[in-house]
């Protein structure tokens, strides 16, 4: 059993930065799937960004351009960092690690992100 723990939320202004971690309490190296996915209100849950083990991104239309995930795998931990942020990027992000083809995944409690105009 892997636990996630995300940091890094906050308020911030339109047009800001954040940068969001998320903790694994194991090697993140066995997973061939981390990502972000964020859930605003009212609405459902949604990938932000996946990140294979071969290092092969996958990144929303609505944040192409603005947000950057890496990892460190000596840390365990994998970072979003969060540029030129918008109102419409509000909600709680989560972190999630998997194993494609397996079943397994796992995800942290969540971290929110308030962007105010």
């Known amino acids: 059993q892997v636990q996630l723990v995300e940091s890094g939320g906050g308020l911030v202004q339109a047009g800001g930065s954040l940068r969001l971690s998320c903790a694994a309490s194991g090697s993140i190296v066995s997973f061939n799937r981390l990502g972000w996915y964020r859930q605003a209100p009212g609405k459902q849950r949604e990938l932000v960004v996946a990140?294979?083990?071969?290092?092969?991104?996958n990144y929303a239309d609505s944040v192409k351009g603005r947000f950057t995930i890496s990892r460190d795998n000596a840390k365990n931990t994998v970072f979003l960092q969060m540029n030129s942020l918008k109102r419409d990027d509000t909600a709680v992000y989560y972190c999630?690690?998997?194993?494609?083809?397996?079943?397994?995944?796992?995800w942290g409690k969540g971290t929110l992100v308030t962007v105010s105009s």
């Open positions: 999630h690690a998997g194993v494609a083809g397996y079943g397994i995944d796992y």
């Open positions: 990140i294979t083990s071969g290092g092969s991104r």
